[in-house]
């Protein structure tokens, strides 16, 4: 029989750096797609950020202009007269417009509150996922173990953050978006 052939030694540091840089290749797929569905969501939520803002300030003007007429009909109400009871009758209708009107500009505010809620979820996840894909990408340029966990940590917080805006989870950190607005 004859020898086996001698097979060349495998450099153990070879099959590290591979799995390392599959590891890498792995995590910047995950984030990427992470990225750009946040950054879809986001968008149409500031989209929708900006109506609920213009609908606040057209809402308050009229509620503005509906009290001015309300005031207007309120002095021709007390001066008497036969012009006494329509200005009465102005004064009921400008009351409840008004009123509807208040109304309709709160809930305006609170759409534009619950959006920004939203929007600094996804803009946090957009943040640390930049992050994360930074530190990745110097975890295989130095082949770094230590720096590809950082970056699956910090990665982890900003899918975390993606997940808390899609579903509307209230996860929000205060702290951090009150330093960074």
């Not at 540091?13 to 950054?39: E, G």
């Not at 505010?109 to 600094?120: G, K, S, T, V």
Request: charged letters at 20%; one cysteine or more; aromatic letters at 8%.
């Amino acid at each position: 029989m004859s020898e086996a052939p001698e097979l060349p030694e495998i450099d153990e540091s070879l099959i590290h750096d591979k799995r390392l840089n599959r590891c890498v290749a792995t995590t910047v797929v995950i984030l990427s797609v992470s990225m750009a569905l946040v950054n879809i969501k986001d968008g149409n939520i500031v989209q929708n950020m900006e109506q609920a803002q213009a609908n606040r300030i057209d809402t308050w003007n009229e509620y503005q202009a509906t009290r001015v007429k309300l005031h207007m009909e309120e002095i021709a109400a007390a001066s008497g007269g036969a012009a006494a009871a329509k200005a009465q009758v102005e004064t009921a209708k400008y009351q409840k417009e008004s009123a509807d009107l208040k109304q309709a500009a709160q809930a305006a505010q609170d759409d534009y509150d619950h959006n920004n809620y939203r929007d600094d979820q996804f803009d946090l996840s957009d943040g640390l996922a930049s992050i994360a894909l930074a530190t990745t990408a110097i975890a295989a340029l130095v082949e770094l173990w230590g720096l590809l966990y950082f970056g699956w940590a910090t990665g982890a917080l900003s899918i975390l953050f993606a997940v808390a805006g899609f579903a509307q989870l209230p996860i929000h950190p205060n702290m951090i978006i009150g330093w960074l607005t």
